[in-house]
């Protein structure tokens, strides 16, 4: 069975259509990218999918049930959304940063989290290597350790969908890197189903099963990498030249800096 | 943890050591011995006036610092206090009012017919505050701007009143303003108790979710937080107090600013310890502002508004210059 569905998904602005209408079914295991240009509403997508918003039409089906009747927190125990990376001052410890993804399980009544949310917090952090930054204040970190913290606080939640939007944006060679081999070493595990909106297209076609072109909020192209990865879809959807670049086995779709786009 | 905890401890002393002390203390050091034998003047104004208003004082600095600091957290604000959204200026309105009108002395519930204006005031502003919190499309930040817009208003309407008024009433007027807490017996404090045990029995309950906003609204919902139904339950809870002490004591600032700062510093930023540390510790300071307040310049008092902003400023500028 389908783990997420989407059909006939729209989400309106006021009287501007962000998003759809969009028709996809995401399967349980599979990795899902979102590519688009800016503005072409991947993240509102994103969060459509996440639960984070309710569908203007259509709906949104988690395990076949809608999403919007899920009650917050067991959507939160199955759906982990981790947002792009902003400069915001969060005054928290990593440690206070992963415990807090613990909360869809805990009560109201609980005076401290239980040994198993911080069993599940330590596992995390072991999973992805910070456990050495645990009692480190968030704002001492760089970009890429603050990234791999909000990661490993995704897992600690511990969903089996994991949803990141662009987590590699602003990040710079080393970092890209280390977060780029996070996920992929997420996927081989094959221990979620991730959806992951991204600008690296390289990172994208290497890491999933499939891509979906998104532009305007409607979908181009929803395909195996290889073959959304062609330049007439790029043109199509980024309004910019691209040209196929070969080296070793691999085949990259890159910007033609030299050309400029077809009429 | 264990220093945190010897901090809270001290707190916890503070704080009874205010609730023991303050009474004793003023323009008479009154003796425990007259405290406890009745018939003398001593235990008459121990236990009639001073008692209760040192109680009133940790009511109400408590409740202030309490709803300060949720309002900070709930608005990722700093700058955020218990009348951002306008509560105090609808309150000051409703007394003004009242005092133009030429209120009596008349009282309901505990109230003299002033504090039921401005009570009102409170609960006209803050009804209209939660409608638009109501609102899906009505973000947290355009809710602060919201509350501003309120109280500039308020505050227009105000000065309206006050230049019409005449001199006696303008005095009244500007000296409500001041806050104060100068009671007999126990009426304010009744009326009260009931609106802070409340509104700091919501925040409490709501901890958990105080503690994930200070990761960001995007990633607190979602970890599964009710966004709209934690906001308007804090500003229910908050305003509800908010609007029941100002109708007694009047718009006392800075505890409900510098307060849950000055403890957020000293014990870090989970709610189920901090929203008790800002009942004892914005109640001990108030306390201790009105003892200062009635004895410095004795026979005459200074106003407890005027004394929380001297002593609360410089130190709060001495804890920023100092903290690391």
Redesign the interface.
């Given at each position: 069975m389908a783990l997420l569905r989407a059909s006939a998904l729209e989400w309106w602005v006021e009287a501007r259509r962000i998003v759809g209408p969009v028709d996809l079914v995401i399967e349980p295991g599979e990795c899902l990218g979102v590519i688009g240009p800016n503005g072409a509403g991947k993240t509102s997508l994103l969060r459509l999918m996440?639960g984070?918003e309710r569908p203007s039409a259509g709906t949104v089906e988690l395990d076949g049930r809608e999403l919007a009747r899920w009650p917050?927190?067991?959507?939160?125990?199955r759906?982990?959304?981790v947002?792009q990376l902003r400069p915001?001052a969060?005054?928290?410890t990593v440690r206070?940063?992963l415990l807090?993804?613990r909360?869809?399980y805990?009560s109201?009544r609980?005076?401290?989290p239980a040994a198993s949310d911080f069993e599940a917090v330590g596992q995390a952090a072991a999973q992805v290597g910070i456990t050495a930054l645990l009692e480190r204040p968030l704002r001492e970190l760089s970009g890429g350790e603050r990234q791999t913290a909000?990661i490993a606080a995704a897992l600690a939640?511990g969903g089996d969908l994991l949803v990141f939007d662009e987590p590699t944006t602003h990040l710079d060679a080393g970092n890209r890197r280390r977060v780029a081999s996070l996920l992929l070493e997420l996927r081989r595990q094959a221990s979620h189903t991730l959806v992951v909106a991204t600008h690296d297209l390289r990172f994208a076609g290497r890491l999933c099963d499939r891509l979906l072109a998104l532009r305007d909020g409607r979908v181009v192209e929803c395909a195996a990498p290889a073959e959304v990865l062609q330049p007439a879809i790029l043109e199509r959807l980024f309004g910019a030249p691209f040209k196929l670049w070969r080296e070793g086995g691999e085949t990259l779709p890159v910007l033609d800096l030299e050309r400029s786009v077809r009429p | 943890m264990r220093t945190v905890r010897l901090r809270f401890g001290l707190l916890t002393a503070f704080w009874l050591a205010a609730l023991i002390a303050a009474p004793l203390l003023g323009k008479h050091v009154i003796g425990l011995a007259a405290v406890l034998g009745p018939g003398s003047a001593e235990h008459v104004i121990f236990w009639h006036i001073r008692l209760p208003r040192v109680l009133l004082a940790l009511a109400a600095g408590g409740a202030l610092a309490a709803s300060g600091l949720a309002f900070q957290t709930l608005f990722r604000n700093p700058l955020a206090e218990p009348y951002t959204l306008g509560v105090a200026s609808g309150a000051a309105l409703g007394a003004v009012a009242a005092i133009e009108l030429g209120a009596g002395g008349a009282t309901l519930l505990g109230l003299s017919s002033v504090g039921v204006s401005s009570f009102a005031g409170a609960a006209l502003v803050s009804l209209l505050i939660l409608g638009l919190a109501a609102r899906r499309r009505f973000t947290t930040a355009t809710l602060l701007l919201a509350g501003i817009a309120m109280s500039l208003t308020c505050s227009a309407l105000i000065l309206f009143l006050q230049y019409r008024a005449d001199f006696t009433q303008s005095f009244r007027m500007v000296r409500w303003m001041m806050g104060g807490l100068a009671v007999v017996g126990y009426r304010e404090v009744l009326w009260l108790a009931p609106w802070v045990v409340a509104g700091l029995a919501v925040l409490l309950?709501l901890r958990?979710d105080l503690?994930?906003l200070?990761?960001?609204e995007?990633?607190?919902?979602?970890?599964?937080?009710?966004l709209s139904r934690v906001r308007w339950l804090v500003l229910l809870a908050a305003s509800g107090m908010v609007g029941a002490l100002v109708a007694v004591v009047g718009p006392i600032g800075f505890v409900g600013l510098i307060v849950p700062h000055i403890l957020?510093g000293w014990l870090g930023?989970d709610h189920?310890l901090l929203l008790p540390a800002c009942v004892l510790g914005g109640g001990a300071f108030l306390a201790l502002c009105d003892l200062v307040g009635r004895t410095v310049i004795a026979p005459a008092e200074l106003p407890v508004g005027v004394v929380t902003a001297l002593l609360g400023g410089p130190f709060f500028l001495w804890l920023l210059l100092t903290r690391r």
């Amino acid at each position: 069975m389908a783990l997420l569905r989407a059909s006939a998904l729209e989400w309106w602005v006021e009287a501007r259509r962000i998003v759809g209408p969009v028709d996809l079914v995401i399967e349980p295991g599979e990795c899902l990218g979102v590519i688009g240009p800016n503005g072409a509403g991947k993240t509102s997508l994103l969060r459509l999918m996440a639960g984070l918003e309710r569908p203007s039409a259509g709906t949104v089906e988690l395990d076949g049930r809608e999403l919007a009747r899920w009650p917050a927190k067991a959507r939160a125990r199955r759906i982990a959304y981790v947002p792009q990376l902003r400069p915001v001052a969060v005054p928290l410890t990593v440690r206070e940063l992963l415990l807090s993804a613990r909360y869809p399980y805990l009560s109201a009544r609980q005076v401290a989290p239980a040994a198993s949310d911080f069993e599940a917090v330590g596992q995390a952090a072991a999973q992805v290597g910070i456990t050495a930054l645990l009692e480190r204040p968030l704002r001492e970190l760089s970009g890429g350790e603050r990234q791999t913290a909000y990661i490993a606080a995704a897992l600690a939640q511990g969903g089996d969908l994991l949803v990141f939007d662009e987590p590699t944006t602003h990040l710079d060679a080393g970092n890209r890197r280390r977060v780029a081999s996070l996920l992929l070493e997420l996927r081989r595990q094959a221990s979620h189903t991730l959806v992951v909106a991204t600008h690296d297209l390289r990172f994208a076609g290497r890491l999933c099963d499939r891509l979906l072109a998104l532009r305007d909020g409607r979908v181009v192209e929803c395909a195996a990498p290889a073959e959304v990865l062609q330049p007439a879809i790029l043109e199509r959807l980024f309004g910019a030249p691209f040209k196929l670049w070969r080296e070793g086995g691999e085949t990259l779709p890159v910007l033609d800096l030299e050309r400029s786009v077809r009429p | 943890m264990r220093t945190v905890r010897l901090r809270f401890g001290l707190l916890t002393a503070f704080w009874l050591a205010a609730l023991i002390a303050a009474p004793l203390l003023g323009k008479h050091v009154i003796g425990l011995a007259a405290v406890l034998g009745p018939g003398s003047a001593e235990h008459v104004i121990f236990w009639h006036i001073r008692l209760p208003r040192v109680l009133l004082a940790l009511a109400a600095g408590g409740a202030l610092a309490a709803s300060g600091l949720a309002f900070q957290t709930l608005f990722r604000n700093p700058l955020a206090e218990p009348y951002t959204l306008g509560v105090a200026s609808g309150a000051a309105l409703g007394a003004v009012a009242a005092i133009e009108l030429g209120a009596g002395g008349a009282t309901l519930l505990g109230l003299s017919s002033v504090g039921v204006s401005s009570f009102a005031g409170a609960a006209l502003v803050s009804l209209l505050i939660l409608g638009l919190a109501a609102r899906r499309r009505f973000t947290t930040a355009t809710l602060l701007l919201a509350g501003i817009a309120m109280s500039l208003t308020c505050s227009a309407l105000i000065l309206f009143l006050q230049y019409r008024a005449d001199f006696t009433q303008s005095f009244r007027m500007v000296r409500w303003m001041m806050g104060g807490l100068a009671v007999v017996g126990y009426r304010e404090v009744l009326w009260l108790a009931p609106w802070v045990v409340a509104g700091l029995a919501v925040l409490l309950s709501l901890r958990w979710d105080l503690n994930l906003l200070l990761t960001g609204e995007e990633v607190a919902a979602s970890r599964g937080v009710d966004l709209s139904r934690v906001r308007w339950l804090v500003l229910l809870a908050a305003s509800g107090m908010v609007g029941a002490l100002v109708a007694v004591v009047g718009p006392i600032g800075f505890v409900g600013l510098i307060v849950p700062h000055i403890l957020r510093g000293w014990l870090g930023h989970d709610h189920l310890l901090l929203l008790p540390a800002c009942v004892l510790g914005g109640g001990a300071f108030l306390a201790l502002c009105d003892l200062v307040g009635r004895t410095v310049i004795a026979p005459a008092e200074l106003p407890v508004g005027v004394v929380t902003a001297l002593l609360g400023g410089p130190f709060f500028l001495w804890l920023l210059l100092t903290r690391r």
